[in-house]
DNA sequence: GATGAATGAGCTTTCATTCAT
DNA sequence: AATGAATGAAAGCTCATTCAT
């Protein structure tokens, strides 16, 4: 009965709602975290009812692994444009370090939603598959982790486990984005570039 | 009169008190969070009554900064230990990483802690230079920051912004022991060792 | 938000539920004071839940100031009726002294609960120009104030200070109240009479 | 055992602390209530530890009614000095009511300690019964009640209550100093002689 | 379906009092 | 006798959740 997929739907109006608290959800806990947004004030700032969200999700935490969910969808959509098939591992693993990079820097609110959840008991297991083993074709092997595997396998990437390859990935990724969002360093592109070039010089054989 | 330094107590006994919620606080924290560490919880782990909390830290607030201090404390002595003097840019970075990865692998709690903290409005400003520019030795240029600005001026290190080269640190760094500290892997020293290298391969010119 | 006027309440138990908690609020805070008089004790009184209060009054002060609010319009009407425009000073005198005596006299909550605001740190201000200064009449100079000063320029009243004279008036008004509440004495007509001019043969010329 | 009159004190030492405790408990409530003034700020401000308060009075309830009957015996000795003995009752009436105008003035903080002491819950029964009725002469009729009394019968004062009576002193007296204790006035010696005299105005036949 | 007033458990913090030293 | 560290009950206030309208 709860959090149904929009495709439910019967009215226009009812996934509008859905979609607003959705929204500002993840608005509000970006800038002020989870137990800085209570559901009065994500409400309100939806234009809805207190009681409304309740008929959407079946309570606060069901709410927050929506938006995650909806984030994820976005950004995973996000990823599958203009993918380069076909062509290097390295291009295509870079498809996704400047991709993901991009995407966090044009969605600083979903950046901040991210390390919030990620970080908080909600995201601990979720953490590790979703973004790794994602697939953009529908060959199965056009993950992240398919991209690595395959170039560990032909001998251009480093013989480390994958979940390493993957951190090194990940963590120089994450870190250089947060700095970013901080206002620490402005990651233009030719920074986008030389950061997935030293990401690349970390793992390849 | 509130948390001061543990060298004016004359017992043992008033020491271990504060060190006891010192001690709770971290734990409870690295397990469930700041929001989910009410001062009962963790008074109650530490043994003393509601109030005594108050004795030694004037609120809750308090307490948490104080933990990061004598985490960061510990942390740092730790990092001192063996600092290799006069040896390579390299080897001294090395030194960093592995100690740092080590700690962290010795001290999970101290780790999640520190995560929690860093991603919260307490640390937001000190994530950066607190470990980044924390010195060794009274040279001043023993600091992580130092080491990779001298590597690039001596042209062995990419040049990149400073910033940029402790976002490959410490993301590639903080992104492996999470694995770890999840179960995802085990990071035995064969492995620090080649995650130290994929590091300096990233930032080496 | 918090304490709008009633009339924005379509429905009678909505404003019932603010009216309980005044009502309440006063009650107990006449009888024991403002720190005998927890708010869980006043929700209790008013037949509400304990975070009810909030959703009225901002806080506690919030709510005491409301009490004292809604006490001071009521006394304000009180004094307002058959105000006898145009007679001699010494009757409108007597109209407010009188008035006064037989509002407090009538009602001894709120009596009991001026005296408890007047001396806290809420009325300290407040306490002179409140009753002193209230004008009756649209003329402005209706007040007991603008009477006493009235009188002293006509040369019927003693040339003292303002704050004196009135000192006199409140002082033994408050005084006598007080007895008759604690039962010492029954201020009934013909007292209040008397002493009525008593305080007249204290202030004439 | 508690609250032991003095004189058994066997050391001057031990007296001492409890005066200090009395006069920094008088001070601070006078300057703060009864609830801005914990009894750990009364045992600092006295200089004495925290659980010394309770060698000298039972509870807190007890200090207080200690410190009032302290401020009490004070206030009866000042209005013992120069007594009138046998002149008029109107110079002896003027006694009591310009002596407590003096004393009022000259000790402020004992004015609000009582005012917060006779609008509590601890100073309702006492209220009436000492000053109104505390001897100065050893022929008991030495009180101010003995004098309106005697005044009543010899026709000099309006045939009234005696309590209504002192309800003028003590009102009229009482509003006046609290005046000039908010600074709305300057009570000199000139002002206290009139209003003394507008007191005598109200109650003379 | 939508609302938002109402709730009360649970939070952080204070402070009168005790008691081992 | 004197201390002050320790206590825990009780305070004011918040907020996820319910439910009558």
Redesign the pocket.
Known sequence: MHDTSPASAP?A??TD?RTSILRAAMTLIARNGF?????????AEA??????????FA???ALIVAVHREVETRLNEWLQKDYPFGQSIRRRLDHYFIGLLRFFIDHPLEFKFLGQFYDSPYGVELRRDKIFSKPVGDAGCETIRGLLEQGVAEGIIKDLPLVLLFALFIGALTSAVRDHTHGFIDLHDGLQRRLADAFWDAIRQ
């Open positions: 009215l109006g009812a709602k137990h800085g947004s209570p559901t009065a004030m994500i409400a234009g809805v009812g207190a009681g409304t969200l309740y008929r959407y309570d606060k935490d």
